[in-house]
Nanobody, 124 residues
Framework: QVQLVESGGGSAQPGGSLRLSCATS???????LGWFRRAPGQERKGIAC????????FYVDSVKGRFTISIDHAKKTMFLQMNSLKPEDTAVYYC??????????????????WGQGTQVSVFS
């Protein structure tokens, strides 16, 4: 059974840090894992992803240099370290999986399996 379970959300002040976790199970050998977020009043958007096929990692410009994906393959867990947080990072964060990746992990509409989401709030 496929499962993705996020944890680690919460509140932080601007400039602070949080680390999100995405524990996975039931995955095939080939997949892409992505982090998405939905800010208040906005659509859900992909912000970072990892390709198991070639090990590549991608970040959108708004989080590049501040957020970092890491993978613990033994624990089948993906992390998102979020530093230098800004109020505009406030959102519900989701991890998701694409089991039929076609090249880059940035084909955001191909992600079929989703975690439940975790809230991140950044305010003074």
């Amino acid at each position: 059974q496929v499962q993705l379970v996020e944890s680690g959300g919460g509140s932080a002040q601007p400039g602070g840090s949080l680390r999100l976790s995405c524990a996975t199970s039931g995955f095939p050998d080939s997949y892409a894992l992505g982090w998405f977020r939905r800010a208040p009043g906005q659509e859900r958007k992909g912000i970072a992803c990892f390709s198991r096929t070639d090990g590549s990692i991608f970040y959108v410009d708004s989080v590049k240099g501040r957020f970092t994906i890491s993978i613990d393959h033994a624990k089948k867990t993906m992390f998102l370290q979020m530093n230098s947080l800004k109020p505009e990072d406030t959102a519900v964060y989701y991890c998701a999986a694409d089991f039929f990746p076609r090249g880059s992990c940035t084909k955001w509409y191909d992600y079929d399996y989703w975690g439940q989401g975790t809230q991140v709030s950044v305010f003074s």
